[in-house]
């Protein structure tokens, strides 16, 4: 089945600066890839999503590239603010019809 | 429009105890799963299905049934509790997997 990793695991950025999270997935025939934001206590929530057919995807201050080749994808949060401290979950699809996470970043933006 | 709706919101239950969680969603979505959610190991897919009718086993599925009578509602149900199911359990909905899904609030569950 597919198989997700996720890195760093904790992710410490001062207030302005850029934060980067990286997944690589196993089953190459995936072809959906979002990422969801957990606050303490809350449920996850999409941020943003980006299928096997365009390479990048930008809203505002979130951007997530994807290489096919390569069997990776990543979250890129420019001018961090303390409001995207939380954890952040990278996930793929596979033909099975699972969605597979990763095991999550916790990203904390200090001041 | 209330998304995807989870009771209870938390249990407390003993060795060898059973119970139901249960899930609706409003939205009319045809693919629901549910997840737990353990420290340090992510969302971990329990079970899930793509229709009415239709269920399958994800990657931790021991000790855990699911039945899918209506679109709506997906109950999971623990057969008899034991101390590793302690955890937090999400149910989720989305109009397919490769679609955004919804997330309930989640089930805080405390086996002893």
Same mark, same amino acid.
């Given at each position: 089945g597919e198989n997700v990793e996720q890195h760093p695991s904790t992710l410490s950025v001062q207030e302005g600066d850029s934060a980067?999270?990286?997944?690589?997935?196993?089953?190459?025939a995936s072809n959906y890839f979002p990422w969801y934001k957990q606050e303490l206590g809350k449920r996850p929530q999409l941020i943003i999503d980006i299928r096997s057919n365009v390479g990048e995807k930008k809203d505002q201050r979130i951007a997530v590239t994807l290489n096919k080749?390569?069997?990776?994808?990543?979250?890129?949060?420019?001018?961090?603010?303390?409001?995207?401290?939380?954890?952040?979950?990278?996930?793929?699809?596979s033909t099975a019809s699972k969605l597979t996470f990763g095991t999550g970043t916790r990203l904390q933006v200090t001041l | 429009n209330a998304g995807v709706t989870q009771t209870p919101k938390f249990?407390? !239950?003993?060795?060898?105890?059973?119970?139901? !969680?249960?899930? &609706?969603?409003?939205?009319?979505?045809? $693919?629901?799963?549910? $997840?737990?959610?353990?420290?340090?190991?992510? !969302?971990? !897919?329990?079970? *899930?299905?793509?229709? &009415?009718?239709?269920?399958?086993?994800?990657?931790?599925?021991?000790? *855990?049934?699911?039945?899918r009578s209506t679109t709506e509602d997906f109950p999971l149900r623990l057969l008899s509790a034991a101390p590793s199911q302690t955890s937090v359990y999400f149910c989720a909905s989305g109009a397919g997997t490769n679609q955004?899904?919804?997330?309930?609030?989640?089930?805080?569950?405390?086996i002893l």
């Open positions: 980067v999270i990286k997944c690589t997935y196993s089953d190459s080749t390569a069997k990776h994808f990543s979250l890129h949060i420019t001018e961090t603010q303390p409001e995207d401290s939380a954890v952040y979950f990278c996930a793929a699809t | 249990q407390v !239950l003993k060795t060898g105890q059973s119970m139901t !969680l249960q899930c &609706a969603q409003d939205m009319n979505h045809e $693919y629901m799963s549910w $997840y737990r959610q353990d420290p340090g190991m992510g !969302l971990r !897919l329990i079970h *899930y299905s793509v229709g &009415a009718g239709i269920t399958d086993q994800g990657e931790v599925p021991n000790g *855990y049934n699911v039945s955004p899904q919804h997330f309930g609030d989640g089930t805080r569950l405390s």
